[in-house]
Nanobody, 130 residues
Framework: QVQLVESGGGLVQAGTSLRLSCSASKGNFNENVMGWFRRAPGKNREFVAAISWGGSFTHYGTSVKGRFTISRDSAENTLYLQMNNLKQDDTAVYYC???????????????????????WGQGTQVTVSS
């Protein structure tokens, strides 16, 4: 079973950038759909971005499109989330997630659903100050 560990969170000012990383402490997820979600205080978990198992397709939530970029490095078995022009509304705990079934393709709508992902990291806090 793949275990995921996020890193790279922190306290930053609005308008700046941050890059989150997600690595597997156990196993390999190079052939798995991967995603990022976030949960802000008092809110439900929100879809941020997802990437297909081959890396050819990416999907983004409306609030981050154009500012965030998801990518994966198969050689390093690492998933990234580059976050630019951060806003206070981006403050949340960010979670890395994986679909444990390898080499699966889905309709776009499925990528947005937490139900697709059955392996989750513990989360990393991102706080954006004014």
């Amino acid at each position: 079973q793949v275990q995921l560990v996020e890193s790279g969170g922190g306290l930053v000012q609005a308008g700046t950038s941050l890059r989150l990383s997600c690595s597997a402490s156990k196993g390999n997820f190079n052939e798995n759909v991967m995603g990022w979600f976030r949960r802000a205080p008092g809110k439900n978990r929100e879809f941020v971005a997802a990437i297909s198992w081959g890396g050819s397709f990416t999907h983004y939530g409306t609030s981050v499109k154009g500012r965030f970029t998801i990518s994966r490095d198969s050689a390093e078995n690492t998933l990234y989330l580059q976050m630019n022009n951060l806003k206070q509304d981006d403050t949340a705990v960010y979670y890395c997630a994986a679909d444990s079934h390898p080499r699966r393709t889905y309709t776009e709508a499925r990528y947005f659903s937490t139900g697709l992902y059955d392996v989750w990291g513990q989360g990393t806090q991102v706080t954006v100050s004014s």
